[in-house]
């Protein structure tokens, strides 16, 4: 069975705080992806990386970084932490042939900044 | 660019009525599309997706969805809902030579006993 696994499921950070959320594949796909999804606007692409050490801004990177040094591992991180950044967070893989494969998503991340 | 429309935030049905959610596309290329399914505090899960080929497909859950170009259209249908069936749905689109997929709003489901 393939899967997308993030570390947690719930986490509570400090304002300030540098937070790591991270995310491992096993379906040796190329791409990876960040999302963040808030009620009434569905999910919002921060940052993909299409290889190793490859990454490319989505829609709302600001406040985000990422990083993948291996394949099967995407790293998103907050630098500062802020109260706006609480929301749901949720990596995704998916082989880039053609355009029509499917994306496959991990069980989620909620985030909750104090 | 591409982009999804779903209609509709809510919906809500009585259980073993058809479901019926909307989603709309825009697309200057032949698209791909999905829907997927989201239960409460858990990632996302593939319902069905059209690629090439029959238009209307059909996915897990007995749902289905039917590709209508004229329409720019793929709407997701369930002829009799379950109480199982509560939870949120969204519409993506994709394209040859794309990395990402584009996602709808989401349409929450509410099954009335």
């Known amino acids: 069975d393939v899967k997308v696994t993030q570390s947690s499921r719930y986490l509570v950070k400090r304002t300030g705080e540098k937070v790591f959320l991270e995310c491992v594949q096993d379906?040796?796909?190329?791409?990876m992806f960040w999302y963040r999804q808030d009620p009434g606007l569905g999910l919002r692409l921060i940052y993909f990386?299409?290889?190793?050490?490859?990454?490319e801004k989505g829609d709302i990177p600001e406040g985000y970084s990422v990083s993948r040094e291996k394949k099967e591992r995407f790293s998103l991180i907050l630098e500062s932490a802020s109260t706006n950044q609480t929301s749901m967070y949720l990596c995704?893989?998916?082989?880039?042939?053609?355009?029509?494969?499917?994306?496959?998503f991990g069980q989620g991340t909620r985030l909750t900044v104090v | 660019a591409q982009s999804v429309t779903q209609l509709g935030s809510h919906v809500s049905v009585s259980e073993g009525a058809l479901v019926l959610l909307r989603c709309n596309y825009s697309s200057s290329v032949p698209p791909y599309l999905f829907w997927y399914v989201q239960y409460p505090n858990q990632g996302l899960q593939l319902l069905l997706k059209?690629?090439?080929?029959?238009?209307l497909v059909k996915g897990i859950n007995g749902f289905e969805a039917e590709f209508k170009k004229s329409e720019t259209s793929f709407h997701l249908t369930k002829p009799s809902a379950h109480m199982s069936d509560a939870a949120e749905y969204f519409c993506?689109?994709?394209?040859?030579?794309?990395?990402?997929?584009?996602f709808g709003t989401g349409t929450r489901l509410t099954v009335i006993p």
């Open positions: 059209y690629t090439t080929g029959a238009t």
């Open positions: 990386s299409y290889d190793v050490k490859m990454k």
């Open positions: 379906m040796d796909h190329e791409n």
């Open positions: 993506a689109v994709s394209v040859t030579g794309a990395n990402n997929l584009f």
């Open positions: 995704a893989s998916r082989r880039p042939q053609g355009g029509n494969t499917e994306a496959f």
